[in-house]
T-cell receptor
Framework: AQSVTQLGSHVSVSEGALVLLRCNYS??????LFWYVQYPNQGLQLLLK??????LVKGINGFEAEFKKSETSFHLTKPSAHMSDAAEYFC????????????FGPGTRLSVLP | DAGVTQSPTHLIKTRGQQVTLRCSPK?????VSWYQQALGQGPQFIFQ???????QRGNFPDRFSGHQFPNYSSELNVNALLLGDSALYLC??????????????FGPGTRLTVL
């Protein structure tokens, strides 16, 4: 069975500082990995995804994530935080591309301090 | 281009009642998935509908059922409501079964409170 852990339910950074949100997964097969963002009272929006190929994935709003198989990790980073980045971030894993269950992590709430 | 829409926005029910939530997919999408997001947790997959049939199902009891209509819209029904069913219910749509190559787009959700 797949699972996702996100270290830190709440992360605070200063505006302009590096953002690092951690995600570790378990999967018995090569995984497909995703990061979603959820703003208050809104649905989830896909930030980026890893399928195959290049392990450094770039997404929207300046975010990127690196797939590290040896560490079973898919951490999300952004060089410089903006106030508008304050939201809930979810990492998710899927073990196939045929519409099987997405398994989401518990989420990390990012606060950006002025 | 309308995105995924859900109705109602909020709903309050009492234990034992039944509830129906509705979802209209993004224009051009033919697949709908439903998720339950309890407070402070990530979404949990309930089931996915494609071609008016349930294609995959998560670990949810039979009290949770669904339907997809010919226009691709969908309903989620929950019978015999429990306090633990209180959550945000998210609908997501995609073109084809959602997966690594078929992005799913989420609606804003329906907040269900069971008293």
């Amino acid at each position: 069975a797949q699972s996702v852990t996100q270290l830190g339910s709440h992360v605070s950074v200063s505006e302009g500082a590096l953002v690092l949100l951690r995600c570790n997964y378990s999967s018995s097969v090569p995984p497909y990995l995703f990061w979603y963002v959820q703003y208050p009272n809104q649905g989830l929006q896909l930030l980026l995804k890893y399928t195959t190929g290049a392990t450094l994935v770039k997404g929207i709003n300046g975010f990127e994530a690196e797939f590290k198989k040896s560490e079973t990790s898919f951490h999300l980073t952004k060089p410089s935080a903006h106030m508008s980045d304050a939201a809930e971030y979810f990492c998710a894993v899927s073990d196939n591309n045929r519409g099987q269950n997405f398994v989401f992590g518990p989420g990390t709430r990012l606060s950006v301090l002025p | 281009d309308a995105g995924v829409t859900q109705s109602p926005t909020h709903l309050i029910k009492t234990r034992g009642q039944q509830v129906t939530l509705r979802c209209s997919p993004k224009s051009g999408h033919d697949t709908v998935s439903w998720y339950q997001q309890a407070l402070g947790q990530g979404p949990q997959f309930i089931f996915q509908y494609y071609e008016e049939e349930e294609r995959q199902r998560g670990n949810f009891p039979d009290r949770f059922s669904g339907h997809q209509f010919p226009n691709y819209s969908s309903e989620l029904n929950v019978n015999a409501l429990l306090l633990g069913d209180s959550a945000l219910y998210l609908c997501a749509s995609s073109l084809g079964l959602a997966g690594a190559y078929n992005e799913q787009f989420f609606g804003p959700g329906t907040r269900l409170t069971v008293l």
